[in-house]
Nanobody
Framework: QLQLVESGGGSVQPGGSLRLSCNAS???????VAWFRQAPGKEREGVAC???????NYADSVKGRFTVSRDNAENMVYLQMDSLKPEDTAVYYC??????????????????????WGQGTQVTVSS
């Protein structure tokens, strides 16, 4: 059973940077992985995702500021967040989808439901 654990959240001033990590309990080689966030009183939002072949997609609100990457050897996925804004304040979650049956591949789509979720890590951007 895949388990995901996020880390790297914290408090930072506007314009600062944070790197979130998502550590998986099993190999992520053929999984798509996404980062979501949810701010108080707001709906959950897909932020970035990376396919099993390292193709990426980003929400318009973070394009050019956030970068998602993966290290399959370490069962890790990262979210580098630069030029942070107060509106980036939220709990950030990583989520994963397994490969399609019979295929060693999964594309990433920000708008779909993912099968496995971490517990979340808080990011606060404030002066």
């Amino acid at each position: 059973q895949l388990q995901l654990v996020e880390s790297g959240g914290g408090s930072v001033q506007p314009g600062g940077s944070l790197r979130l990590s998502c550590n998986a309990s099993v190999t992520l080689d053929y999984y798509a992985v996404a980062w979501f966030r949810q701010a108080p009183g707001k709906e959950r939002e897909g932020v970035a995702c990376i396919s099993s072949r390292s193709g990426t997609n980003y929400a318009d609100s973070v394009k050019g500021r956030f970068t998602v990457s993966r290290d399959n050897a370490e069962n890790m996925v990262y979210l580098q967040m630069d030029s942070l804004k107060p509106e980036d304040t939220a709990v950030y979650y990583c989520a994963a989808d397994p490969p399609f049956s019979g295929l060693l591949f999964r594309p990433c789509v920000l708008g779909e439901e993912y099968d496995y979720w971490g517990q979340g890590t808080q990011v606060t951007v404030s002066s």
